[in-house]
């Protein structure tokens, strides 16, 4: 909300760790292609320090959070407001402050669907999820809410029976014999690729076909073992990184009122990537 003469409306990501973060330098290079007086800025908040953090988000009028591990779950009884979706996949990556009332808000979920939906039409497509943990939340509700056939894959089947009862997706176990080849997408929501399991991949050679789309969730490293498999195997690959600027893109606009400047976003974080 841009608005003349108005003083700057601050926004913040919270988190632990958050020096890593780059929401901010992608906030903030949207704020400035739309010339509007808009700032984030990085708070690390331990997981015992939220509820004051909250309060201070209050006091101060911080306009929006981006809210990172380990808060998006926590976060939620401590807000005024939920939006159905982020009530319903049960975390919160986005809180917008108006009128002194903090309202709670997922795009994750939709930084999984933006991009698939670039490359394939999701209703009736088998889908495989890797993992049941909290990342797996917002792909699993993307892919069931678009009308694709979900299963889920996990290591431990025990930890994800929950999950799958309640959003109704078949559950099978994630081994190295797990047939893939009936599946059109695989999404990695698994921590296995990410530091200090950055030189391993959920999936072997073996599981890996040509048709498939194999969506990276980890954006740290940007190529990831299993990015590096999928494309020898001729896979088409979406990265951690797709997903990050779609659900920063929408979290943008939730707290600005206006359309996100998406190719302003992609630039600021891109270009060391491709080098
Ligand atoms: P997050 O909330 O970030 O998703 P998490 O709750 O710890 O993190 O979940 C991590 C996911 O990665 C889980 O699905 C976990 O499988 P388990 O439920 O069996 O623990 C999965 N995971 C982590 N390390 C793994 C490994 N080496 N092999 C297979 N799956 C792994």
Known sequence: MKLAGSSHSVCLII????????????????????????????????????????????????????CTMPHKVAICPLLDDLDPV?????????????????????????????????????????VAILGAGGAALAAIYACVSAGAVVSIFNRTLAKAAGTANRFGTELLPLS????????????????????????????????????????????????TKLLQLASSCGATTLRGLDMFIEQGAAQFELHTGLRAPREAMRNEIYPPLVT
């Not at 973060?21 to 010339?35: C, E, K, Q, T, V």
């Not at 490359?119 to 009736?124: A, I, K, P």
């Not at 999404?187 to 050679?205: D, F, H």
Request: hydrophobic share 40%; proline share 6%.
């Open 176 to 223: 190295e014999s797990s047939d893939l080849s009936p599946y059109r997408v695989i999404i990695n929501t698994t921590s296995v690729g990410m530091s200090p399991q950055e030189n391993l991949s959920p999936l072997t050679k073996q599981q890996v076909c040509p048709h498939h789309i194999v969506f990276e969730t980890i954006y740290h490293p940007r190529e």
């Open 86 to 126: 982020a009530e319903t996949i049960g975390a919160v990556n986005t809180v917008v402050q108006e009128d002194g009332r903090l309202r709670g808000f997922n795009t994750d979920w939709i930084g999984i669907l933006r991009p698939l939906e670039s490359l394939v039409s999701l209703r009736g497509t088998k």
């Open 15 to 66: 988190g632990d760790p958050v020096a890593h973060s780059l929401s901010p330098r992608m906030h903030n290079a949207g704020y400035r292609a739309l010339d509007i007086n808009f700032f984030m800025g990085a708070a690390r908040i331990p997981a015992d320090g939220l509820s004051e953090a909250i309060a201070g988000v209050k006091a101060l009028g911080i306009r929006g959070l981006a």
